[in-house]
């Protein structure tokens, strides 16, 4: 999956900084798909705001018929396929011949329109929507790579252990000393997370975001084939607002994994 304008475009001073409304993936139940069936893709996205639902507007091109992914928001060919958290792209699309761009647009409470002086879609006031694309690759044959699967995800601190369902709402306890001390966010991918492929297995690189404190370091990567628990550290002021933590578990062949909570302080 590849981001663009409103996610890993703008400048931040960290990768795993999420200051503002960002599509972190583009999730399927495989990166690629046989000619003629029906895929599913749903958009995981963090916002420091809770206060507004973020409305997602979808889109897919033939990428043979543009000239790079991010052109699919303004190309002439470009199909328009509705608006939601999650979207199919129909059968009918999918032939033998194609590899697909699909492109998610994000807005805070109202659908993005296109701007036509950006090239690409707009929120209300003219500030551009959080934009990502993911490709989805056609196979007649072979196996089809599936996105490596998460055990469980956890934060940890000291002996205490949080281990939060795959989104939604968990708790975590107000720390009652100083210094507090780093919650270290932990996931556990399952055994067959890393598959092989003509041979070569897959390294999963797993990355960590917050919309608030900092994380470190952005990313843990496995050796290929390697399967084990990744983890970073995560700082923040206990008590303060509701923020966001997630990570994403990428397999490097468009696969990714997701999850994603948002902290109530008890």
Same mark, same amino acid.
């Given at each position: ?26 999730? =399927?139940? =495989? #990166? ?9 893709? +749903? ?17 897919? /091109? ?34 033998? =011949? ?29 500030? #551009? ?19 490596? +699967? ?24 107000? /720390? ?37 404190? =900092? ?52």
């Amino acid at each position: 999956m590849f981001v663009l304008a409103g996610c890993d475009g703008l400048a931040q001073v960290s990768p795993s900084g999420v200051h503002d409304l960002r599509v972190l993936a583009l999730t =399927t139940a =495989t #990166p690629e798909v046989r000619p003629g069936r029906l895929i599913r893709i +749903e958009a995981a996205i963090m916002d420091p705001l809770p206060v507004t639902q973020p409305v997602v507007r979808w889109r897919v /091109c033939d990428e043979s018929e543009i000239p790079d992914p991010r052109a699919c928001a303004a190309a002439d060919g470009g199909i328009d396929l509705g608006f939601g958290p999650g979207v199919e792209v129909p059968a009918w699309a999918v032939s033998a =011949t194609r590899s697909l761009v699909v492109l998610a647009a994000v807005c805070r409470g109202a659908p993005a329109e296109f701007d036509t002086s950006l090239g690409h879609f707009a929120c209300a006031g003219g500030a #551009p929507a959080a934009e990502a694309f993911r490709r989805l690759v056609v196979h007649a044959k072979g196996k089809l790579n599936r996105p490596p +699967e998460i055990e469980r995800w956890e934060l940890v601190r000291g002996a205490l252990v949080v281990r939060p369902e795959a989104s939604g709402e968990f708790v975590l306890p107000r /720390c009652d000393r100083t210094p507090c001390g780093a919650w270290t966010v932990r996931v556990v991918p399952n055994d067959r997370a890393s598959e092989v492929t003509a041979g070569v297995p897959e390294a999963l690189v797993a990355s960590f975001y917050a919309t608030a404190g =900092t994380i470190d370091p952005p990313r843990d990567a496995a050796a290929p084939g390697e399967v084990r628990p990744m983890t970073s550290r995560w700082i923040v002021a206990d008590g303060l607002g509701s923020p966001q933590v997630g990570v994403v578990l990428r397999d490097q062949r468009g696969g990714e994994s997701v999850r994603i909570g948002r902290v109530a302080w008890r």
